[in-house]
């Protein structure tokens, strides 16, 4: 029943279709029983198991297509990314109170650039990361928490911005494009899906903090209790946020 319902667990098949159960598996499920002995719903409590796994260095935009395949990708010029950012901060800015920040952003000279409107941001974030192939971990006092990203990574190749609080939730991924000779930086393209779907925000969030748990334990733990404490917004909520959103994205891409 719950393989139908919730697509978990997921076990191995024999020839003969019988399935069989991994010991990793068998454990998961025995976590989920747990958190329904403590009272929670079977939906809630499987999420909560899938979210607290170790996340392997793998592409968030491939990830988060994975779940949601029904996420339709859109090419981007760099200068559309950015004008989709700007105007996810700066409604996270005017709507969010204590929010959740993530941001990838490749090379540590990106993240420069940019780094005053992360610090402004993460003034009344309730915690902040940043991304990029910084050479090592800090976490400045007014500032977000910068998380190397080794030169191999998948996430060397992405784009990322998630907001995740009770007022706003809003997630932009995109995956650069190869090009045959390198492009200029004003040509570069990114297949992108950006999204105001709760739980699909609620899980790259989740992603995210699971790249820093190695890191800084203690934080990232403070971070997920933070996520999963939050509903999200409402339909009505989205729907201004959304409306919001476009218009803001039409100035900044004007």
């Known amino acids: 029943m719950w393989e139908a319902r919730h697509g978990f667990p997921q076990p191995d098949r024999s020839d003969g279709g019988h399935r069989r159960y991994q010991p990793e598996e068998v454990d998961r499920v025995q976590r989920v029983a747990a958190e329904r002995q403590a009272g929670l719903a079977l939906p809630l409590a499987i999420r909560r198991v899938r979210d607290q796994e170790p996340l392997e260095d793998v592409s968030l935009f491939a990830e988060l297509r994975r779940l949601h395949p029904e996420l339709t990708p859109r090419t981007l010029t760099k200068r559309a990314m950015i004008g989709l950012s700007f105007a996810i901060e700066d409604e996270t800015m005017a709507r969010a109170e204590r929010p959740i920040l993530c941001g990838a952003f490749q090379r540590q000279r990106f993240y420069r650039q940019v780094q005053h409107r992360w610090q402004e941001l993460a003034r009344t974030a309730f915690a902040s990361f ?43 991924v995109g995956w650069e494009l190869p090009e045959q000779r390198q492009p200029a930086d004003s040509a570069r393209r990114f297949e992108a899906v950006w999204t105001l779907e709760t739980d699909l925000v609620r899980r790259a969030a989740h992603l995210c903090v699971g790249r820093v748990a190695g890191l800084a334990p203690a934080l990232a733990a403070t971070a997920r209790e933070r996520i999963d404490s939050l509903t999200g917004p409402g339909a009505a909520e989205q729907l201004r946020a959304a409306a919001a959103l476009t218009t803001r994205m039409a100035e900044h891409l004007a």
Do not use: I, K, Y
């Open 130 to 172: 940043v991304f990029a192939d910084f050479t090592r971990v800090r976490r400045p006092a007014t500032s977000p928490m910068e998380v190397p990203l080794a030169s191999g990574s998948p996430m060397m190749r992405e784009w990322l911005l998630v907001s995740w609080d009770q007022r706003l939730a809003v997630c932009l």
